[in-house]
């Protein structure tokens, strides 16, 4: 009995000495925190997403109050918005262009060759590891909606190929897509009109378009039609090495459509070609 009330007495003991310590540390070691940073934060769209390098709102208003950081590296607030905190925090705006999401791949269903029957886990990263899924192109989409789950802003939507469709208006350029694709599928690009490229696959000629109808077959009529140094093939694909020069005249004489111009909205693949 004793044994117990001596190791009670000890729990008490320490317990009051670390609360004393503690409620002693939070008087005398306290730091105000600037009240700019919960105006900022108010401020602030208050979506958490990420996509101007912090963590959330939170941190990105301190990261301004300190100098750190520009109202415009938050692409999700309205201009209004950034005006608003550059006018608060007496500094410069410094908008930066707006980011979104967008699929390097254009074979859905209809599109791709079809080589067995995949039965098992509704999961992009389940079915890579079995064959792929059944697609004869193993570079491109799988159509089990991993990213549409993944986008907590509602701002993917899978349409009737079963590929990912992103609604430039909703996006806020997390990159939660980016993350969870086991393809690599996704980038996170400007979203003022440009070239996409709309394949991953590393197939050239014939073998990439039997397994697959609009992948591309590495003919660089893209390259030839743009700008010298402005589209490259590389690896058997075009690579987009200057998007501010390339024009949609590129995307032209592109036979399978593997190279889009999209304005707005993600280009919704159209599946089959005539090509």
């Not at 995949?118 to 999961?123: F, L, P, V």
């Not at 050239?204 to 039997?210: E, L």
């Amino acid at each position: 009995m004793i044994q117990v009330v001596t190791s009670g007495a000890i729990m008490l003991g320490i317990a009051f000495f670390f609360g004393v310590t503690l409620a002693l540390a939070n008087r005398f070691l306290y730091v105000a925190e600037d009240p700019r940073i919960q105006e900022v934060e108010d401020r602030l769209p208050g979506t958490n997403c990420g996509a101007c390098g912090q963590p959330g709102c939170h941190a990105f208003a301190e990261s301004l109050v300190a100098g750190d950081s520009l109202p415009g590296k938050c692409s999700v607030s309205s201009p209004e918005a950034v005006r608003s905190i550059a006018a608060f925090l007496g500094v410069d705006a410094g908008f930066e262009e707006r980011r979104v999401a967008r699929l390097r791949c254009a074979g859905g269903r209809s599109a791709v060759r079809k080589i067995a029957d995949y039965r098992g886990m509704s999961s992009c990263r389940a079915a890579i590891v079995i064959n792929g899924g059944g697609r004869a192109c193993p570079w491109g989409c799988l159509g089990f909606g991993d990213c549409e789950r993944a986008c907590t802003f509602g701002a993917i939507r899978m349409n009737d190929e079963e590929l990912p469709v992103v609604d430039v208006d909703l996006c806020t350029a997390c990159g939660d897509c980016v993350d969870v694709c086991p393809l690599d599928l996704f980038v996170l690009e400007p979203a003022s009109p440009r070239a996409l490229v709309q394949c991953s696959s590393p197939l050239a000629g014939d073998p990439a378009r039997t397994a697959c109808a609009v992948a591309c077959d590495a003919c660089g009529r893209c390259a030839l039609d743009a700008p010298e140094g402005a589209i490259e093939m590389v690896n058997g694909l075009p690579l987009v090495r200057d998007a501010t020069r390339a024009t949609e005249s590129c995307t032209f004489r592109c036979p399978t459509g593997a190279i889009q111009w999209v304005v707005g909205n993600q280009f919704e693949p159209r599946g089959e070609t005539d090509a």
